[in-house]
């Protein structure tokens, strides 16, 4: 097992005493916080968290862990994720670390490799990291062009099967809009997500048909009871905002479904009252926001022998502030879109506080992990700290802040159901038979 900071006791019931937990994360628990951070108790019985009380007051006949006030968290969601992707850098590398060079390295690899047994391989290897990490809620797109569709969702209802005591996961159909036209691929993938209870996706592209694709696919996901999940505007170019003409296709459907949007990189750079218009749009569609800090920082305004001039994320804060739903999820693995990543949700929030300026104060910066993520995939019962819930919880030894943020708190201890989990991560030498290494 990796190295933990303490070791919970192996008994039915117990407390974790003098903990600090982000208040975020909180629920029926009013205390007094500082910087967002409360004091408590947790006290744990036969895997649920029975009781959170004040320091000091939990029973004393339960045997109890002295957290010395280092922090509790819930499981984390991890809302916008590429499992079928995941670890083919070595296999094809995006050797200049481009948009365009992703892309025709994913589909090249895609249409000599994406086997069956390759892709459950790769994503059970993912998973078995961002479990160790203390991941409870995955979604993950996966390439649904023909006839990769079939094949790709097949595995993952097998997996999702397999895991679902450890991981709830969510899939989400990725494909180009403008393949819509042919009816039959069509018809066949919205048969495919629906039969797997998937989620319907696509990447939007400025052109004179995206009103008539936007109105298909939306018309689509209501007449088979499916949410939408879309790539958006993932460009530095501010003449791409298709995030304007997704609220107004929202809108004008009537859409009553769940809608959420990724990326939205070029809002950033739109002028204010563009800007803001299409945020106002957003927030009165209903759309929810998730931004992909460290591939987009690795992406966007990418020029050789040049340093790029802006960070490439979204207006999270604007769209937080208008009442938009907003997260923050880690995006690629070890692939062309982006080289590095181990799906640990810890790693993301440390960067996106640096990234996005979730910091001074850090009060709330703790939901876009936790509590925002799970209530817009729809499963508002996992990252939250709630009498009554399954003690699936990760225990930091970090205190403040400045210590959690400071380093990537490789010690801590997960719990599932109150017990404490392996968190081995898999050596990576398990895939050099997948990735001809």
């Given at each position: 097992?990796?190295?933990?900071?303490?070791?919970?006791?192996?008994?039915?019931?117990?407390?974790?005493?003098?903990?600090?937990?982000?208040?975020?994360?909180?629920?029926?628990?009013?205390?007094?916080?500082?910087?967002?951070?409360?004091?408590?108790?947790?006290?744990?019985?036969?895997?649920?968290?029975?009781?959170?009380?004040?320091?000091?007051?939990?029973?004393?006949?339960?045997?109890?862990?002295?957290?010395?006030?280092?922090?509790?968290?819930?499981a984390f969601a991890d809302m916008h994720t590429h499992l079928d992707?995941?670890?083919?850098?070595?296999?094809?590398?995006?050797?200049?670390?481009?948009?365009?060079?992703?892309?025709?390295?994913?589909?090249?690899?895609?249409?000599?490799?994406?086997?069956?047994?390759?892709?459950?391989?790769?994503?059970?290897?993912?998973?078995?990291?961002?479990?160790?990490?203390?991941?409870?809620?995955?979604?993950?797109?996966?390439?649904?062009?023909?006839?990769?569709?079939?094949?790709?969702?097949?595995?993952?209802?097998?997996?999702?099967?397999?895991?679902?005591?450890?991981?709830?996961?969510?899939?989400?159909?990725?494909?180009?809009?403008?393949?819509?036209?042919?009816?039959?691929?069509?018809?066949?993938?919205?048969?495919?997500?629906?039969?797997?209870?998937?989620?319907?996706?696509?990447?939007?592209?400025?052109?004179?048909?995206?009103?008539?694709?936007?109105?298909?696919?939306?018309?689509?996901?209501?007449?088979?009871?499916?949410?939408?999940?879309?790539?958006?505007?993932?460009?530095?170019?501010?003449?791409?905002?298709?995030?304007?003409?997704?609220?107004?296709?929202?809108?004008?459907?009537?859409?009553?479904?769940?809608?959420?949007?990724?990326?939205?990189?070029?809002?950033?750079?739109?002028?204010?009252?563009?800007?803001?218009?299409?945020?106002?749009?957003?927030?009165?569609?209903?759309?929810?926001?998730?931004?992909?800090?460290?591939?987009?920082?690795?992406?966007?305004?990418?020029?050789?022998?040049?340093?790029?001039?802006?960070?490439?994320?979204?207006?999270?804060?604007?769209?937080?502030?208008?009442?938009?739903?907003?997260?923050?999820?880690?995006?690629?693995?070890?692939?062309?879109?982006?080289?590095?990543?181990?799906?640990?949700p810890v790693e993301v929030f440390r960067e996106a506080v640096r990234?996005?300026?979730?910091?001074?104060?850090?009060?709330?910066?703790?939901?876009?992990?936790?509590?925002?993520?799970?209530?817009?995939?729809?499963?508002?019962?996992?990252?939250?700290?709630?009498?009554?819930?399954?003690?699936?919880?990760?225990?930091?030894?970090?205190?403040?802040?400045?210590?959690?943020?400071?380093?990537?708190?490789?010690?801590?201890?997960?719990?599932?159901?109150?017990?404490?989990?392996?968190?081995?991560?898999?050596?990576?030498?398990?895939?050099?038979?997948?990735?001809?290494?």
């Open positions: 097992m990796s190295h933990a900071f303490m070791s919970p006791p192996n008994a039915a019931r117990f407390v974790l005493s003098n903990a600090t937990v982000p208040a975020v994360t909180l629920s029926g628990f009013p205390a007094p916080s500082s910087e967002g951070l409360v004091k408590a108790d947790i006290v744990v019985a036969d895997g649920l968290i029975s009781d959170i009380r004040a320091p000091g007051t939990a029973p004393v006949e339960y045997a109890k862990v002295d957290m010395r006030e280092g922090m509790v968290w819930p992707k995941g670890h083919i850098w070595e296999r094809r590398s995006n050797p200049d670390g481009s948009f365009m060079g992703a892309l025709d390295a994913v589909r090249t690899d895609r249409e000599a490799n994406w086997s069956a047994d390759d892709v459950r391989k790769r994503m059970e290897f993912s998973l078995r990291s961002a479990y160790a990490h203390g991941t409870g809620l995955i979604r993950t797109h996966l390439d649904s062009l023909a006839p990769q569709h079939r094949i790709s969702f097949e595995v993952f209802a097998s997996v999702r099967e397999a895991w679902k005591d450890k991981i709830a996961l969510q899939a989400v159909a990725l494909f180009p809009l403008d393949s819509m036209v042919d009816d039959a691929f069509f018809a066949d993938l919205l048969r495919v997500v629906r039969d797997t209870g998937g989620l319907m996706g696509g990447v939007t592209q400025m052109n004179p048909d995206l009103e008539g694709q936007l109105d298909k696919l939306i018309r689509a996901a209501a007449d088979n009871g499916l949410d939408i999940d879309l790539h958006v505007d993932e460009t530095e170019d501010r003449e791409v905002l298709t995030l304007k003409a997704i609220a107004e296709a929202v809108l004008r459907n009537g859409f009553t479904g769940k809608v959420t949007a990724g990326h939205c990189c070029s809002l950033a750079r739109q002028d204010e009252d563009v800007a803001s218009a299409t945020i106002e749009l957003v927030a009165k569609a209903g759309i929810s926001i998730v931004s992909l800090p460290m591939c987009n920082m690795y992406l966007q305004d990418r020029h050789a022998g040049r340093t790029p001039r802006w960070r490439g994320v979204t207006l999270l804060h604007e769209l937080a502030a208008a009442g938009v739903p907003t997260a923050v999820a880690s995006d690629n693995t070890r692939d062309p879109f982006y080289a590095y990543g181990d799906l640990d990234i996005l300026h979730l910091d001074h104060p850090l009060d709330t910066a703790a939901r876009v992990i936790t509590t925002s993520p799970a209530e817009i995939l729809g499963r508002p019962d996992i990252g939250r700290i709630a009498v009554g819930s399954p003690a699936d919880l990760v225990l930091f030894s970090a205190r403040r802040w400045s210590e959690f943020l400071s380093r990537p708190q490789s010690d801590r201890v997960v719990l599932r159901k109150g017990k404490v989990i392996d968190r081995s991560l898999p050596d990576y030498r398990e895939l050099d038979s997948v990735i001809g290494a």
